[in-house]
Each structure stands twice: as C-alpha cells, then as structure tokens.
C-alpha cells in the first residue's frame, strides 16, 4: 500500500545543532508540505514543494530549508536548531496541482531542542 | 490575505448529542477549497473532506454532515449521535486557487463523554 513515512518519530537534540527531519511518500505525488503543529496556533506551513526542484517558503521558513531532488522525499533542515522549534513536525503530500487537492499526512516528528 | 477561524477551542458533549463545528473564513478569490481533517488522540491527520467554491451542495456521510455557506462564508460540520470514538481535534482550512496555499484554522478539540 501507498503511504508517507517520517523518520525519526522523535529526535532530541541541542541548541545550534543542524537536525534534518526525512519524509518519504510512495503515492508519486507531485506536491509536499511541511507543517509544524504547536499548542494554540494549529498547523502552520512551513516549506512546501510542488514538483522537483521546486520549493517555497510558508509562513514560518525562518530556520528552516528544503530540498527536492525526487519525487518521493521532501527532507527539512533545520540549520542551527532553537529552542522555538522544539514542535511536532507533520509532512503531508498530495496529487493534482498545487494545493487543491487533499493532504495526506505521515504521522509526525516530535522534536525536542534543549 | 485569507484566514480560517474556527472560534470554538475546546467543546465537551456527552456521548449521542449531535455537536456542530464551526469554521468560518476570509478570502478575496473567487475559486477556493475548503477541507476538514480530525485529528484523533493518537496524534495522526485525517482528511474527511474537500469542498470546492461553486459546490454549495451539503454533504452527509453516515453521523458526519457539512453545510457550506458562501453567503456566510461558513463551512460547519455537524456529528449526529456523537460517540467516544469521535473525540480528536478537527481542523478547517482554506486553500485559495490563486495563492494556492493552504492555511488551516487552529481547531477544535472535541470530547465525547461517555
């Protein structure tokens, strides 16, 4: 069966550290997203690819970075970890174009910057 | 710049009550999708539905109903005899053509008591 992957589940690691977040899907679909999920704010998007070799800042890109050399795999970065994104990370892809189509979601990333 | 809110942070029903879940939003396009996702205790996201802004049509599935109203700019969803199992968090969003970001309410967590 068809499904998104997120590994690790859960990563502790300290301040100033380069953590990278790994994503997979086996659905071949074009679109990818990155949310992280906090108490009182939701699902805020982060970096989001529409095809290979394409990536765009969300709202909250500030520390974070993306590549997508596959279609399959949408890593995330988080190039000097902070406190701040101490978060449950969501990866999330979808078929069509763009982001009118529904997302499926892997099953998340706890992470944990002391 | 679009916005969804859903205005109800946290309701508790007892088990068989029919519950209602507000989401309101903002957008100047003129095509936009709206969308539900649940979010159950276990922590993984769940796509319920996807509705397009010329589909004003309500939807019923089985206990789940939505009622979309552009007048309002209002897309509620209403559990009918509501069960245990029902209780999650339950996001609204909005996805705007033109944009062609998606951006999520901070939603609503729902407990069923038994």
């Known amino acids: 069966d068809a499904e998104i992957t997120q590994s690790p589940r859960h990563k502790i690691t300290e301040t100033g550290r380069q953590v990278t977040l790994a994503c997979h899907q086996t659905w071949n679909h074009n679109n990818m997203f990155w949310y992280r999920q906090d108490l009182g704010h939701g699902l805020r998007l982060i970096h989001y690819?529409?095809?290979?070799?394409?990536?765009n800042k969300g709202e909250v890109s500030d520390g974070y970075s993306v590549s997508r050399s596959n279609t399959e795999d949408l890593p995330l970065t988080l190039e000097s970890a902070a406190s701040s994104q101490t978060s449950v990370y969501f990866c999330?892809?979808?078929?069509?174009?763009?982001?009118?189509?529904?997302?499926?979601f892997g099953p998340g990333t706890r992470l944990t910057v002391t | 710049a679009q916005k969804v809110t859903q205005a109800q942070t946290e309701i508790s029903v007892v088990e068989k009550e029919d519950v209602t879940l507000d989401c309101v939003y903002e957008?100047?396009?003129?095509?936009?999708?709206l969308f539900w996702y649940k979010q159950p205790p276990s922590g993984e996201l769940v796509f319920l539905i996807r509705r397009n802004s010329f589909d004003e049509q309500n939807e019923i599935s089985g206990r789940y109903s939505w009622n979309f109203q552009k007048s309002t700019s209002s897309f509620n969803f209403t559990i009918t005899a509501s069960q245990v199992v029902d209780s999650a968090v339950y996001f609204c969003a909005l996805s705007e053509l033109r944009d062609d970001k998606i951006i999520f309410g901070k939603g609503t967590r729902l407990h069923i008591l038994p």
């Open positions: 690819s529409y095809g290979v070799q394409d990536t």
């Open positions: 999330a892809s979808s078929d069509g174009t763009g982001s009118s189509y529904e997302q499926y």
């Open positions: 957008t100047r396009d003129t095509t936009y999708y």
